[in-house]
Antibody
Framework: EVHLLQSGGGLVQPGGSLRLSCAASGFIFRDYAMSWVRQAPGKGLEWVSAITGTGNTAFYADSVKGRFTVSKGISQNTLFLQMDSLRAEDTAMYYC???????????????WGQGTLVTVSS | DIQMTQSPSSLSTSLGDRVVITCRASQSISIYLNWYQQRPGKAPRLLIY???TLQSGVPSRFSGSGSGTDFTLTISGLQAEDFATYYC?????????FGGGSKVEI
């Protein structure tokens, strides 16, 4: 059974940094792309970033490009999201999600991690 | 970016009702349309992928149809556990984009 266990959220001041982690199990990690999706309080879903199975190629939403970095620790079976220069509008529940193939094209997202809350506030 | 528009944004229903939610893309996305269910306080869950394929473990009362720009999610015989918010998502191009959600409530 696929399982995604997230950690690393919390309260951070504007301009600060935070790193989210997502420990994966139950599948061959390098064979699947992974994504991050966020949800601001009371709002809908927003795709943030995706990375290919091997970790060689990453994609970002315009809203986080240049501030967030996604990476894969293949040997640790762990997905990371390094978030720098955080803004109030980055406040959201962040979900780690498994894609259905090694690339990031034409994918569906399943399953989803439990989510981790990031709050950016002074 | 491809814009996804869902309707209705919310609907009041009753147990046993048939519910239809529509999703429209701002350009053709072939069949690359997925549906998710999100119960309050929970992570989203995949229901249907590629417009009409039911994900393993999802009850058969859920069905999806459509191609190009217009898609529908149908719930035939609403059960108590189906009261939730439903999102469509296009996977035709990057960035993948979601509809605004449709909240199904009593």
């Amino acid at each position: 059974e696929v399982h995604l266990l997230q950690s690393g959220g919390g309260l951070v001041q504007p301009g600060g940094s935070l790193r989210l982690s997502c420990a994966a199990s139950g599948f061959i990690f390098r064979d699947y792309a992974m994504s991050w999706v966020r949800q601001a309080p009371g709002k809908g879903l927003e795709w943030v970033s995706a990375i290919t199975g091997t970790g060689n190629t990453a994609f970002y939403a315009d809203s986080v490009k240049g501030r967030f970095t996604v990476s894969k620790g293949i040997s640790q079976n762990t997905l990371f999201l390094q978030m720098d220069s955080l803004r109030a509008e980055d406040t959201a529940m962040y979900y780690c999600v498994k894609d259905d193939s090694v690339t990031t094209s034409h994918n569906w997202l399943d399953p989803w991690g439990q989510g981790t809350l990031v709050t950016v506030s002074s | 970016d491809i814009q996804m528009t869902q309707s209705p944004s919310s609907l009041s229903t009753s147990l046993g009702d048939r519910v239809v939610i529509t999703c429209r893309a701002s350009q053709s996305i072939s069949i690359y349309l997925n549906w998710y269910q999100q119960r309050p306080g929970k992570a989203p869950r995949l229901l249907i992928y590629d417009a009409s394929t039911l994900q393993s473990g999802v009850p058969s009362r859920f069905s999806g149809s459509g191609s190009g720009t217009d898609f529908t999610l149908t719930i035939s015989g609403l059960q108590a556990e189906d009261f939730a918010t439903y999102y469509c998502q296009q996977s035709y191009s990057t960035p993948p984009t979601f509809g605004g959600g449709s909240k199904v409530e009593i």
